[in-house]
């Protein structure tokens, strides 16, 4: 399914900076908030996109690996 323009038009705002939030696409839209974050539905419906830019830090994980035996 082909997005709209204004789809589009969101989908270029993202690529250029994925971490933008909705309030700032919407000022640069000149829409409600909502009405970005139906568009960005519709986007993420139509596989355009997998989600929204949020980066979270990867656990840090220890591994032991043996044991020490004393008689």
Do not use: F
């Not at 640069?28 to 596989?47: D, E, P, Y």
């Not at 830019?53 to 043996?66: K, L, M, N, R």
């Amino acid at each position: 399914m082909a997005a709209t323009d204004r789809e589009q038009q969101i989908l270029a705002w993202i690529k250029q900076n994925p971490l933008i939030s909705q309030n700032e696409l919407a000022q640069l839209c000149g829409i409600t908030r909502s009405g970005v974050a139906a568009h960005i539905s519709n986007l993420m419906k139509k596989g355009y996109i997998q989600g929204k830019g949020y980066i979270v830090t990867p656990p840090s994980y220890v591994a032991v690996v043996g044991a020490i035996n004393i008689d």
